[in-house]
């Protein structure tokens, strides 16, 4: 069965202090990798959509990359509206499998 | 800017009542995904529908849950008898067609007691 872990569970930076999170996932013949943003409370917001290995998407403070067994979400100094949950998901099938998230909290 | 419209917001109810989830997708959306969140998880799908027809429902609880989408439009998802478990956010998400970026709905929060 396909598998989407992410990490850290929980990441915790000083406004302006760049970081990374990673979502590994063992899925045969992937077809799109995905990010997806979650505030408290809400539904998630789609961030980004990946393809192939090597692949590489921007936007404002956020920059997704994609190797062949995971992907890799880089936050440029961030700031406090950056904090929420971020989650992965990879393609199987006709549906989205989700990762668990990674909870990001940023402060001033 | 098109969204996909879920009512309630939130719904309290006590365990054995019957709870039903109404959503709304985006207009020309052909796919429609109900999803259930716990707490501290990610969305695991519980129904997929193309136009009207259930395309996965493998993990749809079918002695309790139901959902339909008549007239490949809206669509209601029913829990009868609710139980203790059920407690979660319900998400309804929308798609163009079966391998597309995926819009949710801000969901429908159910508390069970």
């Known amino acids: 069965e396909d598998q989407v872990t992410q990490s850290p569970e929980a990441l915790r930076l000083q406004e302006g202090e760049s970081s990374s999170l990673n979502c590994s996932y063992t899925v045969s013949g992937l077809r799109g990798l995905f990010w997806y943003r979650q505030d408290p409370g809400k539904g998630p917001e789609f961030l980004f959509t990946l393809y192939s290995a090597g692949e590489e998407k921007e936007k404002e403070r956020l920059k997704a990359t994609l190797t062949k067994k995971e992907s890799f979400l880089h936050i440029t100094a961030p700031k406090p509206e950056d904090s929420a949950t971020y989650l992965c998901a990879v393609s199987e099938g006709n549906k989205l499998v989700f990762g668990a998230g990674t909870i990001l909290r940023v402060k001033s | 800017e098109a969204e996909v419209a879920q009512s309630p917001r939130y719904k309290i109810t006590e365990k054995s009542q019957a709870v039903a989830f109404w959503c709304d997708p985006i207009?020309?959306?052909?796919?429609l995904y109900w999803y259930r969140q716990i707490l501290g998880q990610g969305p695991e799908l519980l129904v997929q529908?193309?136009?009207?027809?259930?395309?996965?429902d493998s993990q749809l609880p079918k002695d309790r849950f139901s959902a339909e989408r008549l007239k490949g439009v809206d669509s209601t998802l029913k829990i009868q008898p609710a139980e203790l478990g059920d407690s979660a956010m319900y998400l309804c998400?929308?798609?163009?067609?079966?391998?597309?970026?995926?819009?949710f709905g801000e969901g429908s929060r159910l508390t069970v007691l």
């Open positions: 998400a929308s798609s163009l067609d079966r391998a597309g970026e995926l819009f």
């Open positions: 529908f193309q136009d009207e027809s259930v395309v996965d």
């Open positions: 207009s020309g959306h052909a796919t």
